[in-house]
Structure formats: structure tokens, C-alpha cells
């Protein structure tokens, strides 16, 4: 292939492909991020996520944090219940000798911050809306067939990073499988305002039909991560606010007063997958399009951020050494930093699961125990702290500075 427009297009500008762009601002790399929809969705998007204290570092070497830290929630507190059992496991910031255990921030305020870095990013060329149509791999490159606000162009680069999506188009192109299986429940996501102060506390509360989560945001409003069996959450969602608000107060407890909601219902299925490559030549999957976990503990996101603050390393050592970024053996140095890690969230979200979404006695007796030790066991609640917080596994140089 003769002459490159980029070194490098990201198909996806959500937060994960745009926080890949922004880490590699300063490379020397010439970037592209392709994005469908304009920036008025990212920053209309009414989501929140749990961050780790990995991903705040993360955020923090990317020079972002000070902008993103004053607008979201830093939580000092977790508790952990299993359905009515009265004895919560209580999650301070002394157990891990940290000054906050989490934080839990909004979708448009992570964008914000994101699109900010990529204005002042000479090297980073965003096209949007703009959608990757076809991909032809070439022994040095990719040739990329890309519809630009309505235009066809042909666009060359040395590799094509995918960080779009689940249900990846680019990754089904490929021909990459994946393993996994959709779960018997979907979750209802909305927030609501309590008549009294959330304290900065973050619930986990199981109950045989599934988690259900209690995030603090902003202004003592707090989201809902409410999982359940399909007919069941279809049948919340189609409920009348009052009615709704009624059985949500039923799992959520009488702790924060009356409820009213703040934002709209959404349902999504609850699935796992793990793609059975990150990587092939000219092509490295980021991401919800290299894997999907189950909501609970809000690993998924940080999953993504991680995945690309390793990948932006890795391209970026490549790069100072003369070496081709897109070259095979290059991308599979981020494949086995990340791929074994992700695993191990996938399988720990996944016992999680199906450990508390059951009243069978046997499971129900021996998950109380583990929460009795975990209670009482100092080095458990450790060791549980670290891996729910980021703190397990290779931490990306980025989150050292």
C-alpha cells in the first residue's frame, strides 16, 4: 500500500475509542476517530458508571481529572447485603489504605472532559459522523471504505482499532468469534432523587432475581442498576411512575426516605462475552468489542478503559523503537497483557451472579458465611477491595504519573 492518511483510525468514538485517541496525543502518531453519531449524543447520554481508583488514575495521566473529579461522586463507602439478611459487609477506605474507594460518574461529564482533550489535539483528526462501511486488510495496512457525513472516502491506515461496540461489525468482518452466553435477566437503569442525603454510599444489594445497585451522583441523586429476570424487568418497566417508584422502594429500603425518579427507564439484556482474539493483523478490539461482562460491580467500563490506556502503551513503546504498530507480534502484547486480565473479571462478575440470584439453601447458606468472613477477615476484605477497585493485575504506565 502505497502512502498512509493515519497511522492509526479508531472505529467508535465513545469513551473508550476517544480515550485511546487522547492517550496517544502527544505519540507522534496520526490519529483518526471515526464516529456515527455527533458529540450533542455523547453529551445528551444520561448514563452513569462506577470508575475504580484505577480508572481515576487513569483519567488523572491523561491530564483529565481535574476537570472530571468536582462534577461527579467520590464514594467512602460500600456495603454489600445479601436480599434481607441483616448483616451488610461494610467497605471503608482504611480497609485498603486509600482516601475513597470509588467514584461514580455521568457519561456527559467524562465526554466533556474527553472532547476537550481531543480540541487541542493536533494529531487527532475526529470524523463524525462518519462509519467505517468495509475494511480491506493488506499485508501493510488496512484500506478503509468510510462514509463521511454522507461522503465516500477511502481512507489508509497501518491499523484499525475497533472500539465499536458488542455487537462489533468491524469484529464480525474479521471473522473473530466470540464464546459467552446472554443471561436469564436484563437490567433497568434510571435515577432517582431520595428525600434524604445518599451519604456518598454505594449499595450492592443481592436478591434472588438479581443485584440491584445504589450509585450516588451529584445533587443526592443516586442510579439504579436494577437486575432481573427478563418478563419480570419487562414488567417494571412498563409500570406507571408511582407504581414503579413502589416496588423499587421495596429493594431499595426505607434508608434515604420517599423516592421520586429523576430520568427516564432503560432495559438492556445482560450478557457475557469474551472474544476469542483482541487481535489480528492490522487490527487490535477494544472494549465492549472485545468483551461484555454482567453489570454487577461495575466492572464493565473500566474494563474498556483499562484495555485502552494498555493499548495506547503498547502502540506507543512500539512506535519509539522503530517497530510497525500494526504488526501482529506488536498487537499481541496488548492481547496477553489484557486478555487473561478481562477473563478474570468475567468469571468473577459471573459467579457473583449466580452465587446470589438464588434462594437455593445450600448456595444461600455458604454465600452468608463468605460474607460473615468477609466481615471479619481483614486480609479478605483486602484482597476483595483490590480486585473490585482496579488494583489487581498490570497497571498501564498512564496510571503512574
Same mark, same amino acid.
Given at each position: ?9 479508531? *472505529? ?19 490519529? *483518526?476517530?471515526?464516529? @456515527? ?21 487513569? =483519567?488523572?495521566?491523561?491530564?483529565? #481529572? ?11 463507602? $460500600? %456495603? ?10 461494610? =467497605? !471503608? ?14 457519561? &456527559? ?13 493536533? &494529531? $487527532?483528526?475526529?470524523?463524525? /459522523?462518519?462509519?467505517?462501511?468495509? *475494511? ?17 472516502? +477511502? ?20 471473522? $473473530? ?10 437490567? +433497568?437503569?434510571?435515577?432517582?432523587? /431520595? ?9 450492592? %444489594? ?7 445497585? +445504589? ?28 407504581? =414503579? ?38 487490527? @487490535? ?22 484495555? @485502552?490506556? *494498555?493499548?495506547?502503551?503498547?502502540? !506507543? ?13 506488536? !498487537? %499481541?502484547?496488548?492481547?496477553? #497483557?489484557?486478555?487473561?486480565? &478481562? ?16 434462594? #437455593?439453601?445450600? !448456595? ?31 497497571? /498501564? ?5
Amino acid at each position: 500500500m502505497v502512502g498512509f492518511d493515519y497511522d492509526l483510525a479508531i *472505529a467508535g468514538g465513545g469513551i473508550v475509542g476517544t480515550l485511546l485517541a487522547c492517550a496517544l496525543r502527544d505519540s507522534g502518531l496520526r490519529v *483518526a476517530l471515526i464516529e @456515527a453519531r455527533p458529540r450533542t449524543t455523547g453529551l445528551n447520554r444520561r448514563q452513569a458508571y462506577a470508575v475504580t481508583l484505577l480508572s481515576g488514575k487513569i =483519567f488523572q495521566g491523561l491530564g483529565l #481529572w481535574q476537570e472530571i473529579l468536582p462534577k461527579i461522586t467520590t464514594f467512602c463507602q $460500600i %456495603r454489600l447485603s445479601d436480599a434481607d439478611y441483616p448483616h451488610a459487609v461494610r =467497605f !471503608l477506605p482504611e480497609d485498603l489504605g486509600t482516601e475513597a474507594l470509588g467514584y461514580v460518574a455521568e457519561h &456527559n461529564v467524562i465526554m466533556q472532559a474527553l472532547y476537550e482533550c481531543l480540541d487541542n489535539s493536533p &494529531n $487527532i483528526t475526529e470524523l463524525c /459522523p462518519a462509519e467505517v462501511v468495509q *475494511a480491506h486488510y493488506q499485508p501493510d495496512g488496512v484500506e478503509l471504505q468510510v462514509e463521511v457525513e454522507g461522503k465516500a472516502r +477511502i481512507i489508509r491506515t497501518r491499523l484499525l482499532v475497533a472500539a465499536d461496540g458488542s455487537r462489533s461489525p468491524i469484529r464480525q468482518e474479521a471473522g $473473530i468469534r466470540t464464546r459467552g452466553w446472554k443471561y436469564w435477566q436484563s437490567c +433497568i437503569t434510571c435515577v432517582v432523587q /431520595p428525600e434524604k442525603e445518599h451519604g456518598s454510599i454505594a449499595y450492592e %444489594r443481592f436478591w434472588p432475581s438479581g443485584p440491584f445497585a +445504589i450509585l450516588p451522583l451529584p445533587g443526592n441523586r443516586c442510579q439504579i442498576v436494577w437486575t432481573a429476570p427478563h418478563a419480570e424487568a419487562k414488567t417494571m418497566a412498563d409500570l406507571d411512575d408511582g407504581a =414503579f417508584l413502589t416496588e423499587l422502594s421495596r429493594r431499595y429500603g426505607d434508608q434515604m426516605g420517599k423516592l421520586s425518579l429523576a430520568s427516564d427507564r432503560y432495559v438492556f439484556q445482560v450478557q457475557l462475552m469474551q472474544s476469542d482474539r483482541y487481535t489480528l493483523s492490522r487490527l @487490535a478490539l477494544v472494549g465492549d468489542a472485545a468483551h461484555c461482562c454482567h453489570p454487577v460491580g461495575g466492572q464493565g467500563l473500566n474494563m474498556g478503559i483499562r484495555d @485502552a490506556a *494498555a493499548l495506547a502503551q503498547v502502540l !506507543l513503546q512500539a512506535h519509539q523503537k522503530g517497530e510497525d504498530i500494526g504488526d501482529l507480534k506488536v !498487537l %499481541r502484547r496488548y492481547e496477553r #497483557w489484557r486478555k487473561l486480565e &478481562n477473563l478474570t473479571i468475567l468469571g468473577f462478575t459471573d459467579f457473583l451472579d449466580r452465587c446470589f440470584s438464588t434462594n #437455593w439453601l445450600p !448456595l444461600v447458606f455458604i454465600r452468608r458465611l463468605g460474607l460473615s468472613l468477609l466481615r471479619l477477615l481483614q486480609p479478605l476484605k483486602y484482597l476483595a477491595l483490590r480486585l473490585m477497585t482496579g488494583q489487581t493485575g498490570r497497571s /498501564p504506565q498512564l496510571a503512574r504519573h
